[in-house]
Structure formats: C-alpha cells, structure tokens
C-alpha cells in the first residue's frame, strides 16, 4: 500500500546498508526505491519485521538515534502511518509523524499509486481514514479502470448466526463457475474479523456446509488454551473416563497439585484399572497423599461428581457456565493482567453461546469433535479467516469483514482505554481491512448480538457512516436475512442535522452540509432500521459499561486529545496535504521534573514536553509518554 517515506536528505547519493526489501519500482511513477528503515535493528534487535508504523521506540531512544544518525548516516524509512495498528504493545504512530521534527530537512516522499485494489475500494478506504486526524495526508489512485468493478458491499443480518450463513452462501456463489468458465478459489477469500470469538460461528458453519477453511495467525477457535481447557472440564464431567482430559485440568486453575500427585493418580488407575477421577477420589480418601494435595483432590473430585449429578437436572449452558465459575476458572483469567485475558474471557462467553444450539453437553461435544477433525491442510484450497491484525500485510482477491457493530468494532475496550487515539487506531485498524481486498469486499452488521451473555440490539459501526456513497452499495438482504428487507421506514438518519446527537460525540464532518457520506443519504429500509435502533441501544449496551471515566470520542468535543477544544475542523483532506500534525496546539502547563499522578501509571516525574504531551519516567511503569489532561500534579 502507499506508504509515507521519510528519508533524511543525504549528503552522498549512495543509500546506507537497509534492511530488506529492496525493490525496483515497476511503473516508474514514484521513481524511487522501497526501503525498511536500515536503524530500526539497532532499535529493537527483537522486532518483528514489520514496517516503521510499528516500531516502538521511546522518545530518548528516537532522540540519540537521530543524534548519532545525523552525524553519520544518511537514513531513509519506509512505513504507512494508516497502517500503525499496535499500540497496544508499544508501537506509537507519533514516530513516524514526528520524522520530520526528529530529522530536520528530511524529504517526505508519498508512494501513493496503488497497484491492490480497485478505485472502489481504494476510494471507500481513503474517505474512512480521512476521518483520522492523526495522520499524514494521501492521495491514493489506481490505474484501474474497470466500470465492471463492483462497489464495496455492505449487508446487514439479524444476529451473528445469519451472517455466518450468509457470508457462507456469499462464498458459494463466488465459487460457482463464471460466464468464461473460471471459478473463484477459496485461497483467494479471507474473513477478517475484529476479535477472535467471531471466528466461532464462522467455522461452525463451514463445517456444516463442508467447505475449507484455515485459520491463519492463530489457532482454530476450538484450538485456543482456553477453549481446550474449558473443553477438557466438559469432557469429564460427561465422559469422567476421559483420562486426557482430566489431567488437562485437574491442577487448572493452579491447585497445588504437582507432577508427583498426578504420577500416583496415574498410578493408582493403573493399578486398579479405574479411570484416573475415580483413582483421584479414592487417593483423597486415604492417607497416601499429604494434607494440602489430599484436601486439594477431595475438592477436585467433590466438584465433579457435584456436577456430573447436575447433567441430568440443569440445563447443560447454565450447567457450563456453572463449572467454570465453580472450578475457578473463569476467575483465573479475570485476575489475570496479560493483554490476551480479555480476548479469553470474550471466547469463554462465545463458547458458552454457542452451546444453546445443541440440545446437550453430550451433542454439542460430538459436534466439536466433528469440527476438530475437519482437515487443516496447507496444500488445501481453503477460506482464509484471520483477525484483522494478522492480516496486515497480505491480499486477497475477496475479502470478508464481518461485525461491523459499535462496540465490537470500534471496540469498546479500545475506546474507553485509548480515548480518542484508541479510536484512531481502531479506524487504522477499519483501513488495512479494507485495503486487503483487491476485487471485492463485503462488509457485514448484525443488528442482534449476544453481550455480556445477553441479547442485545446491536448498532451499526460509526465506520459504515465514514465510507462515501458513491463507493458503496448497501444491500438489502431481502427475505432469508432477518427481515432487513421488510417496511420499517424511520426519520433521515443524520447526527448533528436536527437528528439526535450521537452519543460517541460528534463527527468532524457533522456540520458540513456538502459532506456526502453514505450514512445520511441513504435510505435502505434496513439501514433506517439500524439507525433507529441506535441510540437507544448504545446507551444501554455500552453506555456506561466500564468503570473508567469514559471520554466522549469525537472531534469537535472538547477533550483531552489532540486538538482539544477544537470545534470544528474543515473539511476533510484526502489527498497529499499535510493533515497531522504530532504537536498539539495548546502548551502544557506543566514542567519539566514536575511531579505528577496518572491513574494508570502511578507517579512520575515530568522528563519532557511538548505541546501537551507528556515524557514521564514513572516510578514503577518506566518511561511512556501520555497526554497532560490524564495526569494530576502531587
Ligand atoms: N510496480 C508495480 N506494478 C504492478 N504491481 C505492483 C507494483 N508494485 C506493487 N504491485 C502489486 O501491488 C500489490 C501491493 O503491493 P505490496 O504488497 O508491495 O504493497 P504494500 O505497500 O506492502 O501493501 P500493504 O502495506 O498495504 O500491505 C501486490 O499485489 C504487488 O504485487
């Protein structure tokens, strides 16, 4: 994808050793090189080798980097500020808005042909991320000319099972041979979706229909940790003979229970060919262990024979649910602080969903076991699915984005931990889904979704009402879907025009009447629909779900971020312009060694500032750099 190119000007013409990557253009336009960023090693030895947007240097770091690199070296990056999408493990976006300040009179070189996607997609992709202020400006274009060229599909569905179907049936149809005979490959079609859990419904349903898929960058949902040891507690309590099982899990959470314990277990079973629950019970009954395995055992296996009784009497979801609170499990991992603990709990939920479709424990464990045997064959032609992060990088022909619903995607853990930036990073993260597609793309909402293990009314994303009309085709689902095609009208959609106000915070563009995104002329009676149900339900779905102070999210809103205060901002700019800026407007009144508290961090001591961001060395989370509005003097 067209990338912004920072190059320190040289002295000589001859370029320092680079990092790979080296490609002659092949059109000739941009007249350039590409390049990896040939210091970023020096940086970070461990980095995957992903472009500059997601380096993740400190402030100092850049500082003596730049220092030393001046002195020596001519230096010349490569990286697409809209690509950054890893924050959340460091990567800071500012390093590449910021090359121009840390290397004064470098030379910033658009590479903004694109040879991917057509002018449709391109075209939707660019008017999304123009809502991003954080950003270099960019103009990408196509050679493309194809009038054949569908616009970007956005459907709606009932709930997430129907999109499954749908999306499955999609494929099909893109399968059958074309009027020259060809047929679409399944390797050519991805599902990129925002968290792992949508994978679920999508594989469940490939299984039923016996078409191939690959899950790409991570296991199968049926492969995460967490699913096989929620499984493994399924397994035993209607199988107590599954000997695998049980020991998968009877030290989960920990419990104490060492290798030692689990040899005797295994020993005694033998011994009395029994399966090793049975073996655990009697060991706890006799004096072979120590007290604290012993106690430890004794409750193992009260557990179990508590809940093996309730399959007959409870119904087997409230029972599921039951086991992993009982058993500690869940609890595990909501004590525990990694990043992929949340991601865990949401797959527990789905998993637990997804076994209302079954009519017990015992056939919706048939049906797992039926999915796990479907072949993963790399040589296999097979559906791409992946999360939208894995998907940086790669292309295909087709591509899928499912559950474009407010709360999922933007995420609502993004938004109440990132504010506006997280916001930001959320819309990169829209703009490389979009820009994976080459031919077409299908963008899905559900309008029904399970959260916080109830049905709720689900609305569409803010990021559907970003894409342009004149590159989007909204599709009615007619019958089979839902209902969307059916006759509920309901007033113009259009926040901040006499409409309700959005409860995000109002857009940039709200104001500006010649702006013409698709979401306020269109007037599909299912997307009418959608609006309708949309204040309502954000208030009561995602209103006021975290604990945190929420900040309203959204330009012209006076908050903490960049362009506080602002009320308005212009027009959008897509093409070349200079849009972002890394320094904020407003100077801080803060100093540098002032001591300060932030709810996260803790204390710290100002290091350095610059407009209204802060360099703090905390005392316990190390250096990072945060806004002045989330930090108190003490
Ligand atoms: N000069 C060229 N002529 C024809 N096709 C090209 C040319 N340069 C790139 N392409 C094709 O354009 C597509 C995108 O190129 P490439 O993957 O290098 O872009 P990128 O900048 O890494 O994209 P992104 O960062 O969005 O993943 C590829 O299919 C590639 O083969």
Redesign the pocket.
Known sequence: ???ALGAAAGRQANLPPCGGDVRQ???GREGSRRFQCSWRRGWRDSAPSV?FADISPTRGEIGRASAEARATVNICCVG?DD?SIYGWRGAEVDNILRFDKDFPGATIIRLERN??STAHILGAASHLIAHNEGRFGKTLFTDRDEPEDDKVHVHAAWDSEEEARAVGETIEAYQRPDKQGNRHNLNDMAILVRASFQMREFEDRFVTLGLNYRVIGGPRFYERLEIRDAMAFFRVVAQGADDLAFERIVNVPKRGLGEATIRQIHDTARALRIPMLEAAAKLAESDELKPKPRAALREVAANFERWQKALETTPHTELAETILEESGYTDMWKNDRSAEAPGRLENLKELIRSMEEYESLRSFLEHVALVMDAEQNAELDAVNIMTLHSA??L?FETVFLPGWEEGLFPHQRALDEGGRSGLEEERRLAYVGL?RAKKNLHLWFVSNRRIHGLWQSTIPSRFLEELPEAHVDVAESGNSYGGYGNNYGGGSFAWGRGGRQNPYGASRFDNIAEEKSFSNTYATPGWQRAQANRTEATDRNWGSRSGHQVERIGYGETDSGHGAGRTSVKGRTIDGELVAKSVADKPSAFSVGDRVFHQKFGNGNISAIEGNKLTIDFDKAGQKRVLDGFVAAV
Do not use: H, L
């Open positions: 994808m067209a990338a253009d092949r059109g472009g697409d690509q040879y991917r940086k990088g292309e820009t």
